[in-house]
């Protein structure tokens, strides 16, 4: 059964910088289309960027588009979120999540029902 594992997560001023990561248990990793998602206390789960398994599509949420960036290393199976400019608003949970997305689009890609394998999440804060 195919595992995600997150990690990167901690405290951080606002302004800062972080890089989190997802490692994918199996070898069949580059078979996936990946996402991240996250959810604060409170709040719904939202859609961050996404990744489709050959690199080539990347998509973003609204409120973090220009200031995240996805990428993958399919020889190691893992995933990247790497996270500039931060601000207290993007303190959540962050989720990696994995599958086949049926619908080559931006809706397709941020979609949460287009992943049907999830890890347990990692926590970001971002301190004012």
């Known amino acids: 059964q195919v595992q995600l594992e997150e990690s990167g997560g901690r405290l951080v001023q606002a302004g800062g910088s972080l890089r989190l990561s997802c490692a994918v248990s199996s070898r069949t990793g580059s078979t996936y289309d990946m996402a991240w998602f996250r959810q604060a206390p409170g709040k719904e789960r939202e859609s961050v960027a996404a990744?489709?398994?050959?690199?080539?599509?990347?998509y973003y949420g609204d409120s973090v588009a220009g200031r995240f960036t996805v990428s993958r290393d399919n020889a190691r199976n893992t995933m990247y979120l790497e996270m500039n400019s931060l601000k207290p608003e993007d303190t959540a949970i962050y989720y990696c999540a994995a599958g086949a997305v049926g619908i080559y689009s931006a809706s397709g890609y941020l979609s949460a029902e287009s992943y049907n394998i999830w890890g347990q999440g990692t926590q970001v804060t971002v301190s004012s």
């Open positions: 990744i489709s398994r050959n690199t080539v599509l990347k």
